[in-house]
């Protein structure tokens, strides 16, 4: 196997790019559903519609515009994206953005360890089995631990959220082009989410042209063309690199967090994030 190459300044600043809106990408929703600028599901319409234009316009641009087309293959994964989409929408209205940032990705660890295991017919290792409980232990000190800011509803909703990106996950780790599976996924899903976004304004769902934006922005720069970085990325980046990476994301999303939105720490909480990080340190070790 060939060795990974140095990313360079443009890889590095473009990996500081993803890094940062992935953390975002939660602080912002938490932002707009929970501050009430944007009803929830208006929300995940917004940011994935304006994801998928944006994917169509890359792949305009690329010169390959089917690429944006989606077919059968795009059902199920859209699917679990879209069940994401909701699902992490409706979450942050009922749990802070450090909190379920955290809940997010032990999750997210936990279908990855369990599913690929069962893709692969051969049991996981035991260190990625270990790091997977120590993770749903984090959860479960946010879960029962009556922190500021954290609901049981909210935590059950980010943990579907999890669930959910982690078999989308899934589905596109062995795609031979993974620009093409998310332009495709993304279309489709949009298709479906513009019949909702009409009946939630017909129903006069709550919206702010702040949230709307904010939504937008969210959906074209630091979900699509986020998405975009990361899969260029990958293959110039080890995967135990690549888990090292992922661990900054909470950590990232629980700072900006607490200095934009002023959400409060404890000592449960510290708990719960030393517990996740170490889950996912613990399944990111190669021998």
Known sequence: MAEARPLGAPGTAALAFVLLSFALNSVVTRLVVGGGLLDPGLATVARFV????????????????????????????????????????????????????????????????????LMDRKAPPWRAIAGGLLALAGVGVLALGRLAGTTPLGVALLAGTGVAWGAY??????????????????????????????ALLAAGAAWTARGALLAIAMGALTTALAYVAWYRLLPAIPSAQAATYQMLIPVLAAGI?????????????????????GGMALAGLRR
């Not at 979450?91 to 360890?113: K, P």
């Not at 967090?257 to 990080?277: H, I, K, Q």
């Open 257 to 277: 967090a607490v200095a934009a939105l002023g959400e409060p720490l404890s000592w449960r909480f510290a708990l719960a994030a030393a517990l996740v990080l």
């Open 50 to 117: 304006a994801g998928a234009l944006m994917l169509a316009l890359v792949a305009l641009a690329r010169g390959r515009p089917r690429d944006a087309r989606p077919g059968r293959r795009s059902v199920a994964p859209a699917l679990w994206l879209g069940a994401y989409a909701l699902l992490i929408s409706y979450g942050y209205a009922h749990i802070g953005a450090a909190a379920g940032t955290f809940v997010f990705y032990a999750l997210v660890l936990a279908t990855m360890t369990a599913g690929g295991a």
């Open 169 to 198: 996950s899934l589905h596109g780790r062995r795609q031979p082009d993974a620009f093409a599976f998310s332009a495709g996924n993304f279309a489709l899903l949009a298709l479906a989410l513009l019949p909702l976004g009409g």
